[in-house]
C-alpha cells in the first residue's frame, strides 16, 4: 500500500509543478494573493456517502466542514480542509475507542485551476479516518472537472481513485481501483432576495470489483448473511434532490458571507452490494435502495 500511496503523491505533485510552471508565466497578468476561507454545518436523519454507502441511519448526523483558499497566480488556487460527521445515535458510542458520537474525520488538500472562463480543473488527496476504529485509513486522490454553462446546469465529472486502505464502499477491493461521478447541478438565483435553489444530481459508475470484492472478508461475511455474493453491477446509486440557500443579512458583510440552507436528496442505490453492505454499516440484512435525507444548516464563507 505504501508504494501506491508514493504513487498518489508523486501524481499530486507532478500536477503541482505543472501548474506552478504555469503560474509563472502568468504571474504578470495575475492579481495579488489572497486567503479566503469557508464552512458548514449540515444536520441530517441519515448519512449515506456520495458513492451510495448507508453509513448511519438512525439518531441525527451533524457534519462540520472548514477549509481555507489559498488564491495564487495563474487562475489556480490551494484548498485546504477538514470534515467530520457527529452521529447522535447512543448505539455509536460503545467500543474500545471511546470516541462518543465522533464518527468520522477526513482531511483534504487540493489544487484548483481555472483552465478557461468556464472550465475549472482540479485534484485533491483525500484521506479518511474512523475515530472508532470502524475502518482502516483510507487514502484517496480525486480529479474533478467543472464546466460553467450559460444555463446554469453547471455539469461536472469526478473521477475517485481509492488508492490504499479499507474500501470506501465496504464490501469493494481495498485500493487501487476507482468509481466515476458524473453529475451536475442546476441553479437560479432570485435577484431581488439573493436565495439560490439548486438540484444536485449525480450518478457513479465503476468496475465491479470497486462494489464488490469476492476475494475480500467483509464481502464473504455480508455474503453469509446475505445468502448471495458479490453484484455483477457496474453502476452505484443515483441522486437527486433540492436544496435552498437563504442569505443571512442579519449579519454583516465583515463578518463574511453567512447562509441558512435546507432541502432534500434522494438516493437511490442501483448497486445490490452497496444494499448488501448495510448488513454491516447499519445492521439491516434486508438493506434499503431508496434512502431520503432533509437536512438544515448553515455556512459562510469570506
Known amino acids: 500500500m505504501r508504494r501506491q500511496i508514493r504513487g498518489a503523491v508523486a501524481v499530486l505533485a507532478v ?6 510552471s504555469l503560474t509563472t508565466q502568468a504571474a504578470d497578468a495575475a492579481p495579488g494573493s489572497a486567503i479566503h476561507g469557508f464552512g458548514d454545518m449540515t444536520f441530517k436523519n441519515d448519512y449515506i456517502t456520495p458513492r451510495g454507502l448507508l453509513v448511519t441511519n438512525q439518531g441525527v448526523t451533524t457534519q462540520i466542514l ?40 477526513d482531511y483534504f488538500v487540493g489544487l484548483n485551476w481555472q483552465a478557461t472562463q468556464n472550465l475549472k480543473l482540479g485534484v485533491s488527496y483525500v484521506v479518511f479516518l474512523s475515530p472508532p476504529d470502524a475502518f482502516q485509513t483510507e487514502h484517496n486522490v480525486e480529479f474533478s472537472f467543472n464546466y460553467k454553462d450559460p444555463y446554469s446546469l453547471n455539469p461536472y465529472l469526478k473521477v475517485f481513485w481509492a488508492v490504499g486502505g479499507d474500501s470506501t464502499v465496504v464490501l469493494g477491493r481495498r485500493g487501487d481501483t476507482f468509481d466515476v461521478e458524473i453529475g451536475a447541478a442546476p441553479s437560479y438565483t432570485f435577484k431581488s432576495s439573493g436565495v439560490t435553489i439548486s438540484a444536485p444530481t449525480w450518478i457513479t ?10 476475494n475480500a472478508g467483509a464481502a464473504q461475511f455480508a455474503a453469509s448473511i446475505k445468502g448471495r ?11 437527486t434532490g433540492l436544496k435552498a440557500s437563504i442569505p443571512i443579512t442579519a449579519i454583516g458583510p465583515q463578518y463574511g458571507s453567512w447562509s441558512f440552507n435546507t432541502g432534500v436528496q434522494y438516493y437511490n442505490v442501483l448497486n445490490g452490494s452497496l444494499v448488501d453492505a448495510q448488513a454491516l454499516t447499519v445492521n439491516s440484512p434486508k438493506g434499503y435502495r431508496n434512502v431520503i435525507v432533509p437536512f438544515a444548516g448553515f455556512g459562510f464563507g469570506f
Open 15 to 20: 500536477g503541482l509543478l505543472a501548474l506552478a
Open 66 to 105: 472548514g477549509g481555507l483558499v489559498f488564491l495564487t497566480p495563474g487562475n489556480t488556487s490551494i484548498v485546504v480542509g477538514a470534515w467530520n460527521d457527529i452521529n447522535s445515535d447512543p448505539a455509536k458510542y460503545v467500543g474500545p475507542s471511546k470516541t462518543g458520537a465522533w464518527n468520522e474525520f
Open 205 to 214: 459508475v465503476g468496475p465491479s470489483s470497486y462494489w464488490c470484492d469476492s
Open 229 to 239: 455474493g458479490c453484484a455483477d453491477s457496474n453502476f452505484g446509486v443515483f441522486s
